[in-house]
């Protein structure tokens, strides 16, 4: 008995050693074709390949350059990982079969990039087109709106270290794909985004027929250290106090949102000079109606914008409330606060309205708008916005944007309870 539990411990070993050299060298050839076919834009370069039971692969000391922009990238462990070795093996099954794999997350640790690089100058020193999204991002500092790598430099980075993990669960039987990302650099702070996705279809060529839902987006800063400095190094070149400074700062950013059409109720505006005076974390989490399309939201009026999205804000751990925004013109001027000094406005240009006019119309009116851009609300609560086409055997035709690309719906007219045009 003792032979036969010793020899099946044997066999045991001897299949297990077997399956992790397989899995070796079958990891080493996909890399291995992987370098070759990029060999003519970068080089890259690998120490060692790891490799585990629990559904792990990775490889070591990682040096990727790239030679037509001069600069280079380094990983110190670059890691796939799956939910067991089942996983792993159904993994390039479910790609064979033209399929998302039900689960995967690839970690890197010690992404290292030096500030004063070319990869850095194409990130910092490029500046984003102005929006909503990249308002944080800008600042007071003189005669700098956006921080360069000359700045960074100024501010003490000399190198750029990370360590980020990008996972994903899909789970086919409920069309649901959970994205979360998380990306810890060092001496500035950590990052955190979850994607919630459903109706996600599980072959790729699906999506752009039926494009998946985006049902919940969470933001997440934690520790910004470099939010710290940045205040600190810009108040120095205006010559302002830490106290001074952040009325400027709100300000700026008050300035940016304006310009993009967004004016941020008081109380967020407080909230957020709270966080800029210790930004120890700041959270934001949207829950998108079913049927909301996030181009065209500046159709509709801003408590509708709000229905829609549902944002719950959190600073430092504290529940903002309540969240409001107004529409307004870019080109009109902040409105006073009690006190503050007040002035003369200037005159008001009769022929621009400050704010966009809407005017609801009756569904029977609806041939009357073909060409037109319309906001439709059904029954039973949902949003559409549009370009009208035809109305024809009680039907609405019209174009809507999904992305950077459109589709065609049409809307029965007995479901439609309100039309609005914006003029």
């Not at 998380?182 to 060529?205: C, V």
């Not at 710290?228 to 940016?256: H, P």
């Not at 079913?290 to 408590?303: N, R, S, V, Y």
């Not at 690309?405 to 007219?413: D, K, P, Q, V, Y």
Request: proline share 5%; with cysteine.
């Amino acid at each position: 008995m003792s032979k036969i539990i010793k020899w099946g411990l044997v066999m045991a070993i001897a299949v297990a050693l077997l399956i992790k050299l397989s899995l070796w060298l079958s990891v080493r050839s996909i890399v291995n074709d992987a370098v070759q076919q990029l060999s003519p834009f970068m080089d890259i370069r690998y120490g060692g390949i790891t490799s585990s039971f629990d559904g792990r692969v990775g490889l070591e000391k990682i040096e990727i350059n790239v030679p037509a922009l001069r600069d280079s990238v380094r990983v110190a462990h670059a890691e796939l990982k799956f939910n067991g070795l089942g996983e792993l093996l159904r993994f390039k099954e479910r790609l064979g079969e033209g399929k998302f794999p039900e689960q995967m997350a690839v970690k890197f640790k010690g992404i290292e990039l030096e500030v004063h690089g070319p990869f850095m100058q194409q990130l910092y020193d490029t500046p984003p087109e102005r929006s909503v999204f990249t308002a944080m991002s800008e600042v007071a500092c003189g005669k700098v709106r956006y921080i360069g790598t000359g700045e960074l430099l100024d501010m003490g980075y000399r190198t750029f270290e990370t360590d980020a993990e990008f996972s994903y669960l899909f789970q086919p039987g409920a069309q649901k794909l959970t994205f979360n990302m998380t990306a810890d650099m060092r001496d500035m702070g950590e990052l955190r985004l979850s994607l919630g996705l459903s109706n996600m279809s599980e072959k790729p060529g699906d999506l752009r027929v039926n494009p998946p839902h985006l049902s919940s987006v969470t933001f997440e800063l934690n520790d910004n250290q470099y939010q710290r400095k940045v205040q600190e190094y810009c108040a120095g070149k205006m010559g302002q106090s830490s106290e001074v400074y952040l009325k400027t700062a709100v300000e700026q950013f008050d300035r940016v949102l304006r310009s993009q059409r967004i004016g941020l109720d008081q109380p967020l505006l407080d909230a957020y000079a709270g966080y800029l005076k210790d930004p120890q974390s700041l959270r934001l989490e949207l829950n998108p109606s079913e049927g909301m399309t996030w181009d065209g939201l500046q159709f509709f009026e801003a408590k509708d914008v709000l229905s829609m999205l549902r944002p719950t804000l959190l600073v430092n751990q504290q529940v903002v409330e309540p969240i409001g925004f107004a529409w307004v013109d870019p080109h009109a001027r902040k409105p006073q606060r009690a006190d503050e000094l007040v002035v003369a406005d200037r005159p008001a240009d009769a022929s621009r309205p400050s704010t966009p006019q809407y005017e609801f119309v009756s569904v029977a009116s609806l041939p009357e708008y073909a060409g037109k851009r319309l906001q439709f609300i059904t029954y039973d609560g949902a949003y559409y916005q549009g370009v009208l086409h035809k109305v024809e055997n009680g039907k609405a035709f019209l174009s809507v944007q999904f992305g950077t690309g459109s589709a065609e719906m049409f809307l029965r007219l007995e479901k439609i309870d309100k039309v609005r045009v914006l003029f």
